[in-house]
């Protein structure tokens, strides 16, 4: 019975005592009241005996909440050293209800936290695990054992972080027929207790293979050097034929030519290794190993000193090897691997030497096979960059060519033994945006049965080289015109000086034969007009020629053409016929455009010139207009007009019309058209015989300022460009 139970009873009874005394005295007292007391000094007992029990009743009460008070405090920290030690040792505790079957985590308050039921709870650990468990928990609830401990793992999918658990099992609360209803499970994490259970097992394990395998030599000397035992593989390393033999020979620790150099009474665990040549030792007093070889050996070996409990030196074992043939194993590969590596960098060296000549010829390396039905470029020996099928081979090409690169592959695809060579355009441009040509040179690659493998070869870019040969067949072309153009200039100006030339001789060797004096001016006449014309000529020759050799300098400088339009109108018109009426219009009264004013001036004035020399009659009118970064002049006639057959050639060399006459000098249009082509303009004629001619030029030009004119005309006609 607990401490409040045992308070509630002290009450209970000492309120019945006081209720059941308290009618039983004053019953008493009435038998007694005259002789011995009166009322009064009866009821002030009874009030005593009332504050006494309250007394003692309340000061059982303060005894019952310091003792309950002092309770708690050992409970709690009874508690606190419970969670403490839970928490040290990595322990969590639960209980099974044997009745629901369902797993209750609790804290180290004993409240419960958390609730599973069995398929959740197992999902914690491993199956098998938890299955040995349930077998634990269902003995305990049959009372076959009343503890159970079980080791048990985390359901983990990876390996490495599987936790190793160890639970007790105990029964917490029984049922009144003595039958288990809740079981206590104590979970502590031995997790690292478990690896390193394992690490020693397996230290162990390879400690006993590598002791009971006997691969190294293992001798042992005693205190005073002598050799006292040694296993098999000594005996092989050191070719010994009879152990027993050679511990009855007595050799010592000195004797042996590995270690005749050191001291083994001063050292303790001493890793060494030798390097001797057998021919330089005396065999008689240093024992190494009889099978006659010669050269270095090279041996390694631990020196490990034994003493007893009082520190006195017990003897010595020596654990050691022969690594002679390990160390020229070594020697061999440090060789082989130094030869490797030049052969390797030489083979690079090799590779980037070709991969630069690949790359800065711009060839490719191509390879075919004809199993995969695959094509293969690559710009570098060691790497490919592109892979294409025999569609999109055909579609890369030229529609003209794809008759043929569909030739070549059916070829290579029936193994054809002879070499393919084949040029081809493609569709892809490149950043001149021409169509890029490829020249392929495919040869055979036979395998060890010598059939053929693949196809491999070279592929070239050849689109400079087509395009030099084609610009040079333009340019043969161009020379061979500008030969015959030549030829036929030289001829026509040889026959045009001499025209003017002859007659010049001719009326000059008038003078010499009998004439008439009255002719002498018309002689002088002919003569002084032949010779003009003859100068005329000669200068429109050499300053065509001038333009032609790109000797003619042009300038770029702003002018104010309005002002200057109409001098240069009025230049070429001073031979004009009395009967022909000239204009010139402009809609503007100030327009400064950049450019150069005086070849732009001599050309109006040339094309002014040869209207007025063919304008017999009529008006001759010279207009000009700006619109849209071009500058338009026009100048228009009522002349004689250019037969059709003759207007395409007009602007030849010495072109004549059906009347045999030349249009000036012969140079003028020609002259005219190749200055307004360097200046990066044209110029456009339209003529019809007996009608006149309508001369447009255009020059694309910048004006920096336009003024036009305020009393503009707007009844005339329209400049039409």
């Not at 004993?110 to 650990?125: K, M």
């Not at 979970?187 to 390193?196: F, G, L, M, S, Y």
């Not at 695809?413 to 355009?425: F, N, R, S």
């Not at 339009?565 to 455009?593: A, D, K, N």
């Amino acid at each position: 019975m607990n401490l409040k139970k045992r308070h509630t009873l002290f009450c209970r009874t000492v309120t019945l005592a006081t209720l059941l005394l308290t009618p039983c005295v004053i019953q008493a007292q009435k038998f007694h009241f005259d002789n011995i007391f009166d009322f009064e000094h009866v009821l002030a007992y009874l009030v005593a005996g009332l504050l006494i029990g309250i007394f003692l009743l309340l000061f059982y009460n303060r005894l019952y909440v310091y003792r309950e008070q002092d309770i708690n405090k050992l409970q709690h920290s009874q508690n606190n050293r419970l969670a403490i030690i839970i928490q040290t040792g990595r322990m969590r505790m639960w209980i099974y209800d044997t009745i629901t079957r369902h797993y209750r985590f609790i804290s180290e308050t004993g409240e419960i936290v958390q609730e599973y039921n069995p398929i959740d709870f197992s999902q914690f650990f491993n199956r098998d695990d938890f299955e040995v468990m349930r077998s634990s928990i269902f003995d305990i609830c049959e009372n076959r054992r009343i503890t159970s401990t079980v080791n048990i793992r985390s359901n983990e999918v990876d390996k490495e972080n599987i936790r190793y658990y160890e639970i007790h099992l105990s029964i917490a609360e029984k049922n009144f027929r003595g039958e288990a209803t809740k079981l206590l499970g104590v979970q502590r994490d031995v997790t690292a207790e478990q690896e390193k259970k394992d690490n020693t097992n397996k230290l162990m394990m390879r400690y006993h293979t590598v002791f009971n395998s006997s691969l190294v030599d293992m001798l042992y000397y005693d205190k005073d050097g002598l050799l006292t035992n040694l296993n098999d593989t000594a005996c092989k390393s050191f070719d010994i034929p009879n152990k027993e033999a050679l511990i009855k020979e007595k050799h010592y620790f000195k004797e042996n030519a590995f270690f005749n150099n050191i001291d083994f009474t001063k050292i303790d665990h001493t890793y060494m290794s030798s390097i001797i040549d057998i021919e330089e030792y005396d065999t008689t007093r240093h024992w190494t190993t009889k099978s006659g070889k010669t050269g270095k050996i090279y041996y390694e070996a631990s020196v490990n000193t034994v003493h007893n409990e009082q520190g006195e030196l017990e003897g010595v074992y020596i654990a050691g090897r022969n690594i002679s043939e390990m160390v020229d194993s070594f020697h061999k590969q440090q060789e082989g691997a130094i030869a490797l590596k030049k052969a390797i960098q030489h083979i690079q060296e090799y590779i980037d030497n070709i991969n630069y000549a690949l790359r800065i010829s711009n060839v490719r390396m191509v390879d075919y096979n004809p199993q995969t039905y695959t094509f293969t470029l690559s710009n570098t020996i060691d790497k490919s960059n592109l892979r294409l099928s025999q569609l999109r081979c055909i579609r890369l090409a030229m529609p003209r060519y794809r008759r043929a690169v569909s030739s070549a592959l059916n070829r290579m695809d029936h193994l054809t033994p002879h070499a393919i060579e084949q040029t081809i355009e493609t569709e892809i441009r490149d950043e001149k945006r021409r169509q890029i040509a490829l020249l392929f040179n495919m040869v055979p690659i036979l395998d060890k049965d010598d059939k053929i493998e693949h196809y491999f070869g070279l592929c070239r870019e050849m689109t400079d080289m087509l395009e030099t040969e084609r610009l040079l067949a333009i340019e043969t072309k161009k020379a061979q015109e500008a030969e015959l153009l030549k030829e036929s200039f030289l001829t026509n100006m040889s026959y045009e000086i001499r025209t003017p030339l002859n007659s010049v001789l001719g009326f000059a060797e008038l003078f010499e034969i009998e004439h008439d004096e009255a002719d002498e001016p018309i002689f002088v006449e002919e003569i002084k007009r032949n010779t003009n014309t003859l100068l005329l000529l000669i200068n429109d020759i050499l300053y065509l020629s001038r333009i032609d050799a790109d000797m003619v300098e042009f300038k770029h400088e702003d002018y104010d053409f309005a002002e200057l339009f109409h001098s240069y109108c009025q230049m070429g018109w001073v031979s004009v016929r009395p009967e022909v009426r000239t204009s010139v219009e402009g809609p503007y009264e100030h327009l400064i455009i950049n450019g150069d004013g005086e070849h732009l001036g001599k050309a109006i004035q040339m094309l002014c010139a040869n209207a007025a020399r063919f304008t017999q009659k009529g008006t001759i009118r010279a207009k000009y207009e700006y619109r849209r970064e071009e500058l338009v002049v026009i100048i228009e006639d009522t002349g004689d007009g250019i037969d059709p057959e003759t207007l395409p050639k007009v602007f030849e060399r010495f072109v004549r019309d059906k009347d045999e006459r030349l249009f000036g000098t012969g140079l003028d249009l020609p002259i005219i058209e190749a200055l307004i082509k360097k200046m990066g303009g044209s110029i456009e004629l339209n003529s019809e015989l007996g009608k006149g001619t309508t001369v447009w030029l255009f020059l694309p030009c910048h004006a920096k300022m336009i003024e036009k004119k305020s009393n503009i005309d707007y009844n005339t006609d329209p400049v039409i460009v």
